[in-house]
C-alpha cells in the first residue's frame, strides 16, 4: 500500500494544485462523506468537542510533531491563513490533530504548535478517540518504520478541512494549495454567512 501511495504524496507535493486536488482525492476518497465529528483533548486535558466551535468556522489539520515536511508547511501556512483574514480570523478556529498520540504529548504538542500561531488548538487524545476522528474525516495514516529501525514516520493524508459555524463540512483544500487562494474562499464562505 505505501508503495501505492508514494507517487500520489509526491503528486500533492509537485504538481499543480489542479492536478495535486485530483491526486489527493484519489488519496482521502469521498469528501462528502465526510462526518465532521470528533471527541479529543487539548494540550491542557480539556475535552473537545466539534460542537465547542457552533458559530464560528474551523480549520483542520491533522499531522504529528515528528513530521519532517507536511506538517510544518503546513502549519506555516495555517498561519499565514489567520494573518490574511485579518479582523476575519477571529471568526476562524485553526485545529492542528495529532495522528501520533504515543510521541506528540501535550507539552510536546503545545509547544510545537505554538511556534507557527498561539491560536492554532493543538488536539490529541487516545489513540482510539484519534483513529475515530481521523476516519470521520476521510483523514489516512499508517506508522512506517524501516525494518531494524527504532524510530517510525507517520504516512497522513495531507490539506486542511474547513467545516462551516453550523459545524458542517465545506471544504478540503489540497495540500500545495496557494495560501492567497485558500484565505480568499474563506473569506468569501465567511461573507456569504
Known sequence: MIRLLAPLLAALIVCSPAAAQSAHEL????????????LLQDTNGRSVT????????????????????ICPTTLVEMAAILKQLGDQADRLQPIFVTVDPERDSAKVLKT???????RILRLTGSPALVR???????IRYAKVREPGAENYAVDHSAGMILLGPDGQFIK??????????????????MTAR
Do not use: H, W
Open 112 to 118: 510545537y504548535a505554538e511556534f507557527f500561531d498561539p
Open 50 to 69: 466539534s460542537e465547542d466551535f457552533r458559530g464560528r468556522f474551523q480549520l483542520i489539520a491533522f499531522g504529528y510533531t515528528y513530521c519532517p515536511d
Open 172 to 189: 478540503k483544500f489540497a495540500f500545495a494549495m496557494p495560501v492567497d487562494e485558500i484565505a480568499a474562499q474563506i473569506s468569501a464562505f
Open 132 to 138: 475515530r476522528a481521523a476516519d470521520n474525516f476521510k
Open 27 to 38: 488519496l482521502i476518497g469521498d469528501t462528502s462523506t465526510i462526518n465532521p465529528r470528533y
